[in-house]
């Protein structure tokens, strides 16, 4: 698990459970595409992991990458 946080100023609750969609930005006027995320989180989820995001408008934002251990198997 990596746990990431800043205190930068937050994303609005009604844009957290997009963050992660093709093409969502709100910063489109800044070059913004909206696949960066996107492309994250599905190679995030190609080896079994999970992205979450946590945010508080004002105050910051706390990203949690989780990512299961590697198990040894029999040879």
Do not use: C, N, W, Y
């Not at 609750?13 to 996107?38: A, I, N, V, Y």
């Amino acid at each position: 698990m990596l746990t990431l946080r800043d205190a930068g100023s937050g994303i609005a609750p009604e844009h957290l459970p997009h963050l992660t969609d093709p093409f969502f930005t709100t910063k489109r006027d800044q070059g913004g595409t909206g696949l960066g995320l996107s492309i994250s989180a599905g190679i995030v989820r190609e080896h079994g992991g999970t992205l979450q995001f946590a945010s508080v408008p004002g105050a910051g934002t706390t990203v949690t990458l989780r990512l299961p251990a590697l198990q040894e198997t029999a040879s």
